[in-house]
């Protein structure tokens, strides 16, 4: 959002920039007769945005320099001075001395005009078999290939918080609900790793998507190669990408990978947004099961009494921009004849602040985890409530061969008459319960009890505490997989 904020502020100073620098000879300006319009140059420019790119887009180049010395397109000689005014460009760059100038359009035109300012004649020859429609596309996959893997990292934290939590929480008692009213009773670490289990598929989701991501498009060219006998496997090696595309056509033109991540990150997102609501809800007066730090809550100008959970609710708010990058990319390919066009410049907007933002919330949600502080009281209060172990009695009359769906009726003619008593299912006497059936004896009342009830779900992916802390122990191995993992890859 910084970097959106940013462009728009200025856009104003582009203008005035422009007037003077229109006149400026454009690495393309050939076949042009008149200087471009000041409004074209400042409606085409993409430099105040793909400037995030400079870093891949120079470690590219270098790349491409290489191979183009390896097939001895060009000579060693040249590539040693190419590589060495790219390495001080990006000296530069790193220390906020470039200036970036938006009459040369975007970040591919900058680097490589600064290369034949700083190196001379020899610089002009680095796009030799290349052009910004590979080196673009390329650039995006190495940039995005590298925040994929930051984004399962921040992934990994807040799963690690989120286990970490869990294991405090095991014989936490709450209530747990369908159509947000009273259900079954559920352990608190037990919610906590339905968290873990959603976030775990985004970080697999994310790992699948980078496969498709990490392949090389450069040496597609404009759109049907280069008649350079270039190696493009050895440019795959040297960028560590797995493999090289098999279609310049469709290499220079497609995004669906960024569309595919915008997905997974919209998933992420949604999530998070689901998370939020619930921590929102807990720390309401009318449920008060939590506290968040004070660190993590910001207060009102007006009510001195509040302290509001803007973190979770601002994480709820931003999952919308996600939904929304997600649709202007299908959006911009749709219907996009072959092969490059324009709209692609557009790409990098969506895809951007989608990066930003997925890891802001994550970075949200890892700070905010460790400050949750649980109300075991309430948590256990609000259990009792609700009739909540009426599913249990079922089951008990079960076990003593009434059918379920009679058992059913029995519990719900229970249940009726205690509502009309003011009393829980478990404050009712024997004689009171024995009135629906002859089948309950007094060992009922172990069944009524919300630790009996929990303890009763004692099976893989059961609220049972037993089974939360073995759960607890393959999340642990599960995430240490994913690390190692990504430590290879
Ligand atoms: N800045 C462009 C983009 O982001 C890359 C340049 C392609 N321009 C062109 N005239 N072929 O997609």
Same mark, same amino acid.
């Given at each position: 959002?910084? &970097? ?8 104003? *100073? ?13 690495p393309w ?17 993409s #430099?105040?945005?793909d *400037?995030?790119l400079?870093?891949?887009d120079?470690?590219g180049?270098?790349?491409h ?11 060693? *000689? ?19 001395? &470039? ?6 359009e975007d970040v591919h035109m ?17 796009h030799?078999g290349r052009s910004r429609n590979d080196q673009v596309a390329t650039d995006i996959r ?5 925040? =994929? ?12 918080? /989120? ?39 985004? @970080? ?12 090389l498009p450069l040496g597609s060219g404009a759109l049907a190669g280069t ?18 595309t098999?279609n310049s056509l469709d290499a220079v033109s497609d995004r669906?990978?960024? #569309?595919? &991540? ?10 998070? !947004?689901?998370? @939020?609501?619930?921590?929102? /809800?807990?720390?309401?007066? *009318? ?26 609710? /601002? ?21 996009q004849?072959l092969a490059y066009n324009r709209d692609n410049q557009?790409d990098k ?8 933002? #997925?890891?802001?919330? /994550? ?8 400050? =949750?502080?649980?109300?075991?009281? %309430? ?30 009726? #029995? ?6 008459? %205690? ?6 299912? !478990?404050?009712? @006497? ?14 009922? &009342? ?6 009996? !009830? ?36």
């Amino acid at each position: 959002m910084l &970097f959106v904020q940013k462009s728009a502020l200025n856009n104003s *100073q582009y203008t005035a920039d422009m007037t003077a620098k229109n006149k400026k000879k454009k690495p393309w300006g050939g076949r042009f007769a008149t200087p471009t319009d000041e409004f074209v140059e400042c409606f085409t420019e993409s #430099v105040s945005y793909d *400037q995030r790119l400079a870093l891949v887009d120079i470690k590219g180049s270098i790349a491409h320099a290489e191979m183009l010395a390896h097939v001895g397109v060009l000579s060693k *000689q040249d590539i040693r001075k190419i590589v060495r005014g790219l390495k001080a460009i990006e000296k530069d760059i790193r220390q906020g001395k &470039f200036r970036w100038d938006p009459a040369l359009e975007d970040v591919h035109m900058n680097i490589e005009s600064a290369l034949i300012k700083r190196i001379g004649e020899v610089g002009k020859k680095l796009h030799t078999g290349r052009s910004r429609n590979d080196q673009v596309a390329t650039d995006i996959r190495l940039y995005l290939r590298a925040e =994929i893997q930051s984004i399962r990292q921040l992934l990994s934290e807040v799963m690690t918080a /989120l286990v970490d939590l869990a294991e405090k929480e095991t014989e936490t008692i709450m209530p747990g609900f369908t159509h947000m009213q009273t259900a079954q009773p559920v352990t608190f670490g037990h919610h906590l790793l339905a968290w873990f289990e959603m976030l775990y598929r985004d @970080s697999l989701r994310l790992a699948d998507c980078r496969t498709r991501v990490n392949v090389l498009p450069l040496g597609s060219g404009a759109l049907a190669g280069t008649s350079y006998p270039i190696d493009r496997a050895y440019t795959a090696k040297l960028l560590g990408f797995p493999a090289v595309t098999e279609n310049s056509l469709d290499a220079v033109s497609d995004r669906d990978f960024a #569309v595919e &991540f915008c997905h997974c990150a919209a998933l992420v997102m949604m999530h998070l !947004s689901r998370f @939020s609501e619930e921590l929102v /809800l807990w720390m309401s007066q *009318q449920f008060a099961f939590i506290e968040l730090d004070d660190a993590w809550c910001t207060g009102s100008s007006i009510m001195p009494q509040k302290k509001n959970p803007d973190i979770a609710e /601002l994480v709820r708010g931003k999952t919308g921009r996600l939904y929304g990058h997600l649709m202007s990319l299908l959006t911009l390919m749709k219907a996009q004849p072959l092969a490059y066009n324009r709209d692609n410049q557009e790409d990098k907007l969506a895809l951007f602040d989608a990066i930003d933002t #997925v890891k802001q919330c /994550l970075l949200a949600y890892r700070g905010m985890i460790p400050g =949750i502080r649980v109300r075991n009281e %309430a948590m256990l209060t609000a259990a009792g409530q609700g009739y909540i172990t009426a599913t249990d009695l079922a089951d008990y009359l079960v076990r003593k061969q009434v059918p379920f769906r009679d058992a059913h009726a #029995v519990v719900g003619r229970a249940v009726r008459y %205690a509502i009309g008593q003011s009393k829980d299912l !478990s404050e009712l @006497s024997l004689k009171e319960l024995q009135q629906f059936s002859k089948k309950i004896g007094k060992d009922v &009342f172990d069944c009524l009890s919300l630790e009996g !009830s929990v303890a009763a779900r004692d099976h893989v992916g059961g609220t049972a505490p037993k089974q939360v802390r073995q759960a607890i122990r393959r999340a642990r191995k599960r995430l240490i997989k994913i690390m190692v993992e990504d430590g290879e890859g």
